[in-house]
């Protein structure tokens, strides 16, 4: 059974104060796996895919990076516009089209 | 151009209730997925719909049902509702199969009392 464990859960910074997210995952065989970011009583919005090892994808202030057993959302010089939940996904090769396996989220909050 | 657009925001039903929930994809997207979103559980994947046929379903009891009609748009139904359905509905779509880069609705929230 496909996992993903994203860490933490919560993460406050100040602006200016860079730092990254954590997802970790299991999955019998990656195809592609996924940041997604998210804003209160809206849906997620699609941030990155990345498909192997050593791939990295940067928008802004956020770069992204992958290894095989986990992938990091490093956030430089945050800015309050940057708070949100951040959701990392894994997409399987098995041929199961778009049935994502979601972690829980790092709710980021970034003051002024 | 116009996102994905999910009816209705909110609702409010009684256990025992059915309701239908509705989904008009991206123009041009054939693949419609619908997940739900609780506190406890996060993200869970429903079930995956394709030229009108269901790709994949997740791991939920057969109160959960979806089709999808010639024009894309796509419907789920939970019938019998329990407490624990209450939920954020999301609806995404994209252009095809396996490209797991989802645009996703604003979402239904269900309340189930």
């Known amino acids: 059974e496909d996992q993903v464990t994203q860490s933490p859960e919560a993460l406050r910074l100040q602006e200016g104060e860079s730092s990254s997210l954590n997802c970790s995952y299991t999955?019998?065989?990656?195809?592609?796996l996924f940041w997604y970011r998210q804003d209160p009583g809206k849906g997620p919005e699609f941030l990155f895919t990345?498909?192997?090892a050593g791939e990295e994808k940067e928008k802004e202030r956020l770069k992204a990076t992958l290894t095989k057993k986990e992938s990091f959302l490093h956030i430089t010089a945050p800015k309050p516009e940057d708070s949100a939940t951040y959701l990392c996904?894994?997409?399987?090769?098995?041929?199961?089209?778009?049935?994502?396996?979601f972690g829980g989220g790092t709710r980021l909050m970034v003051k002024p | 151009k116009a996102g994905v657009t999910q009816t209705p925001r909110y609702l409010i039903k009684t256990r025992g209730q059915q309701v239908t929930l509705s989904c008009s994809p991206i123009?041009?997207?054939?693949?419609v997925s619908w997940y739900q979103q609780t506190p406890g559980q996060g993200l869970q994947f429903l079930f995956e719909?394709?030229?009108?046929?269901?790709?994949n379903k997740g791991n939920f009891p057969g109160r959960f049902s979806g089709r999808q009609f010639s024009n894309s748009r796509s419907e789920m139904n939970v019938s019998t509702l329990e407490l624990g359905d209450s939920a954020l509905y999301l609806c995404?779509?994209?252009?095809?199969?396996?490209?797991?880069?989802?645009?996703f609705g604003e979402g239904s929230r269900l309340t189930v009392l």
């Open positions: 990345l498909y192997s």
């Open positions: 719909y394709f030229s009108e046929t269901q790709r």
């Open positions: 996904a894994v997409q399987p090769n098995n041929n199961a089209g778009n049935m994502l396996t």
């Open positions: 999955v019998s065989g990656l195809r592609g």
């Open positions: 995404a779509s994209t252009l095809g199969v396996n490209t797991g880069e989802l645009f």
């Open positions: 123009s041009g997207h054939r693949s």
